[in-house]
């Protein structure tokens, strides 16, 4: 089973099927704008911008599951990721990413990489090969820039 078989919602409503990003790189990510590890924000707009071109696609989810640090609507975690962040990369609708109502990407997850792989926290970590394949999963303490997480979207992207 493929990643690109999930469809999201965009923060502004549209449909997102994973399926669009066939042949590209995805960095999936849950984030929460009141959130210790919020300004994750600011490198993961760094990653875009660094590695868009060549077909890397960050992801955001804003998800409420943790610590109730994302309370707002989809407006305000819009405003606030483009006013604080300067945020343009794709951002979901507000997500369950954890338990029985979870969305059926992180579901998925779980079935291909097992309990360990939910995320514990805000700013958890998916990163999905070019054909949809689960690649890596990196916890929320990893930063965007970490040498490590760098270095194997580096090598998916090719040269």
């Known amino acids: 089973m493929s990643a690109h078989l999930f469809e ?90 954890i338990g029985a109502d979870a969305h059926p990407f992180y579901k998925w997850v779980v079935e291909v990489a097992g309990e360990a792989a939910a995320p514990r926290w805000n700013f958890h970590k998916y990163l999905i090969g070019p054909s949809g394949e689960l690649v890596n999963v990196y916890g929320s303490r990893t930063d965007p820039s970490d040498a490590a997480l760098v270095k194997e979207i580096e090598a998916l992207l090719g040269p």
Do not use: H, M
Request: hydrophobic content about 40%; aromatic content about 10%.
């Open 8 to 97: 999201f919602r965009t923060i502004r409503g549209e449909a997102l099927p994973l399926s669009q990003f066939e042949g590209r790189v995805l960095l999936v990510v849950n984030t929460a704008s009141r959130c210790g590890l919020t300004p994750q924000y600011r490198e993961l707009q760094g990653l875009w911008e660094r590695y868009k071109a060549r077909g890397l696609v960050v992801l955001g989810v804003p998800s409420n599951d943790f610590g109730a640090q994302e309370p707002g609507t989809e407006a305000e975690i819009l405003s606030f990721c483009e006013v604080n962040y300067d945020i343009d990369f794709p951002l979901t609708a507000k997500q369950t990413v």
